[in-house]
């Protein structure tokens, strides 16, 4: 079946580092990918989303690239905040079918 | 729009009683969704409705777990009898259907049972 896997965290970076969080996923079709994020105490928001080969994701400043060679969604910021800290779940969907697949989620702590 | 509203945020109840959760998804979405979120197991989909009607049940995980959805402004995912197991963070999503996956998540119902 259809399955995302996620980096395991948690990834502790400084702020103003760069940001990589790894996903790939595993699909029998051509899924839509997206990245949720979920700050504490709240439920997951959509970041970011790619529907076809070789889009790229963006919003706030992360980014992510749909890439169908190497069945990869990573996603990337070039210089991460102590806001961003969080957890980013990497996702999957069929566009008519709305059940997302979603991996076990990557915890970033970034300190001052 | 309020986004999709969840209700209690916090339930505290002892082994064996019975357990309701609220939701209301936004208006207009055609989906709705049961998640659970633990440590262990990250993030499970337990069940979701299309049009008030339940699609898939698999991830229900015993019949002790049941999900009605009796219009398209509400639904209650209920365990009975509850068990300390049971013990996690349940969310409620909507999505608007046709075509549009984006799906919204409510703030969680934080459950523990002792």
């Known amino acids: 079946g259809d399955s995302v896997t996620q980096m395991e965290g948690p990834v502790t970076l400084s702020e103003e580092a760069f940001l990589t969080i790894n996903c790939t996923y595993t699909?029998?079709?051509?899924?839509?990918l997206f990245w949720y994020v979920q700050y504490p105490g709240e439920g997951l928001q959509l970041l970011l989303k790619?529907?076809?080969?070789?889009d790229k994701g963006s919003n706030k400043g992360f980014e992510a690239t749909y890439r169908k060679e190497t069945t990869s969604f990573h996603l990337e910021k070039g210089s991460v905040q102590v806001s961003d800290s969080a957890v980013y779940f990497c996702a999957l969907a069929y566009t008519g079918f709305q059940k997302l697949v979603f991996g076990t989620g990557t915890r970033l702590l970034v300190s001052p | 729009d309020a986004g999709v509203i969840q209700s209690p945020r916090h339930e505290v109840t002892e082994m064996g009683q019975e357990v309701t959760l609220r939701c209301k998804p936004i208006s207009g979405h055609d989906y709705l969704f049961w998640y659970r979120q633990t440590m262990m197991r990250g993030l499970e989909l337990l069940i979701y409705?299309?049009?008030?009607?339940?699609?898939?049940d698999s991830g229900m995980p015993e019949d002790r777990f049941s999900a009605k959805m009796p219009n398209a402004s509400f639904s209650t995912l209920k365990i009975q009898p509850s068990e300390p197991r049971d013990s996690a963070v349940y969310f409620c999503a909507s999505s608007l259907g046709s075509g549009n996956t984006e799906a919204f998540f409510g703030q969680g119902t934080r459950l523990t049972v002792v």
């Open positions: 790619a529907t076809k080969a070789d």
């Open positions: 699909a029998t079709g051509y899924p839509s």
């Open positions: 409705f299309n049009n008030n009607v339940p699609i898939d």
